[in-house]
């Protein structure tokens, strides 16, 4: 009975160190992230992807804070702006995008055009705030230094592999424009360990590439998480990682070609969406 009541006390003194220390704690429930992500505005269709994408788990990693001042790079159609937008509005925060370089002679109607369209996606105030565009792409002009507590790069990296020089660009205004100790938040598709194809034409990309050129840019790895592991993606579909969940291309991504109807998706479907690297960096502090 004595070993038992000594073991009890142990443990309970245990339990109590690691609990003050922090060690047991658990995470606070951020309500507001719970508000943003359960949001009417949010399609059923982007709820449904919630439990592929994990945004609460990997806001969480990132460290985002109320009153966050964000920055995403290449939304897309705005599957992250539906939960970012309204968060930093309902936080005192500030939510910037990029888009399409309007001091780019060379920027083509389309591009004009999506920019325009995505600022009309996101124009309610009472739900987004104030979306702020920023000018972005290969010839534009740097990021405002010292202007983001968070900057989230949602699989964007492989596609700026295509353009020499690109990488190391980007990298390096997106370091610029963190605040120190702000975090660049990483998500991508992630290739086998090893050599990597320079264009990245899978669409996946090795950790040990994308750490390499944070690094280069002055950025320190803080962390690393596998909350978007997917070990079922055997990384060698016919179309490269747009063969899978959400694209689930049937033909070669971008070749313009009709989709097939012949083509059995069984099997990718039942992959799911893609296995995904999951980094926060930081920027040192002066």
Same mark, same amino acid.
């Given at each position: 009975?004595?070993?038992?009541?000594?073991?009890?006390?142990?443990?309970?003194?245990?339990?109590?160190?690691?609990?003050?220390?922090?060690?047991?704690?658990? +995470?606070?429930?951020?309500?507001?992230?719970?508000?943003?992500?359960?949001?009417?505005?949010?399609?059923?269709?982007?709820?449904?992807?919630?439990?592929?994408?994990?945004?609460?788990?990997?806001?969480?990693?990132?460290?985002?804070?109320?009153?966050?001042?964000?920055?995403?790079?290449?939304?897309?159609?705005?599957?992250?702006?539906?939960?970012?937008?309204?968060?930093?509005?309902?936080?005192?925060?500030?939510?910037?995008?990029?888009?399409?370089?309007?001091?780019?002679?060379?920027? !083509?109607?389309?591009?004009?055009?999506?920019?325009?369209?995505?600022?009309?996606?996101?124009?309610?105030?009472?739900?987004?705030?104030?979306?702020?565009?920023?000018?972005? &792409?290969?010839?534009?002009?740097?990021?405002?230094?010292?202007?983001?507590?968070?900057?989230?790069?949602?699989?964007?990296?492989?596609?700026?592999?295509?353009?020499? &020089?690109?990488?190391?660009?980007?990298?390096?205004?997106?370091?610029?424009?963190?605040?120190? &100790?702000?975090?660049?938040?990483?998500?991508?598709?992630?290739?086998?360990?090893?050599?990597?194809?320079?264009?990245?034409?899978?669409?996946?990309? !090795?950790?040990?590439?994308?750490?390499?050129?944070?690094?280069?840019? &002055?950025?320190?790895?803080?962390?690393?998480?596998?909350?978007?592991?997917?070990?079922?993606?055997?990384?060698?579909?016919?179309?490269?990682?747009? +063969?899978?969940?959400? +694209?689930?291309?049937?033909?070669?991504?971008?070749?313009?070609?009709?989709?097939?109807?012949?083509?059995?998706?069984?099997?990718?479907?039942?992959?799911?969406?893609?296995?995904?690297? +999951?980094?926060?960096?930081?920027?040192?502090?002066?």
């Amino acid at each position: 009975m004595k070993i038992r009541l000594l073991k009890q006390i142990i443990l309970a003194t245990i339990v109590a160190t690691l609990a003050a220390t922090g060690a047991l704690a658990a +995470t606070p429930k951020d309500l507001v992230l719970s508000e943003v992500i359960a949001g009417d505005w949010r399609s059923a269709d982007e709820k449904s992807r919630d439990a592929a994408r994990k945004p609460v788990e990997n806001l969480q990693f990132w460290g985002l804070k109320p009153g966050a001042s964000i920055l995403e790079v290449q939304p897309g159609a705005g599957w992250w702006t539906r939960i970012l937008a309204p968060y930093a509005a309902r936080t005192g925060g500030r939510y910037s995008a990029t888009a399409a370089d309007l001091a780019n002679p060379s920027i !083509t109607d389309a591009a004009r055009k999506g920019r325009a369209d995505f600022a009309a996606r996101f124009a309610d105030d009472k739900i987004y705030g104030t979306v702020e565009l920023v000018n972005w &792409g290969a010839t534009a002009a740097p990021l405002a230094a010292n202007s983001y507590d968070f900057i989230l790069l949602s699989r964007v990296i492989h596609g700026w592999m295509r353009i020499e &020089g690109l990488v190391d660009r980007h990298f390096a205004s997106l370091a610029v424009s963190l605040k120190p &100790g702000g975090v660049l938040g990483v998500e991508q598709h992630r290739a086998n360990p090893g050599p990597q194809d320079p264009k990245a034409e899978s669409g996946y990309v !090795t950790e040990a590439y994308v750490i390499a050129a944070a690094e280069k840019a &002055g950025l320190r790895l803080a962390d690393r998480s596998q909350i978007n592991a997917n070990p079922n993606d055997s990384k060698d579909h016919p179309f490269g990682v747009w +063969t899978l969940p959400p +694209t689930r291309s049937t033909v070669p991504y971008g070749s313009g070609k009709a989709p097939d109807p012949n083509f059995d998706r069984s099997k990718y479907d039942a992959i799911g969406e893609s296995d995904r690297m +999951t980094l926060r960096f930081v920027k040192a502090a002066p």
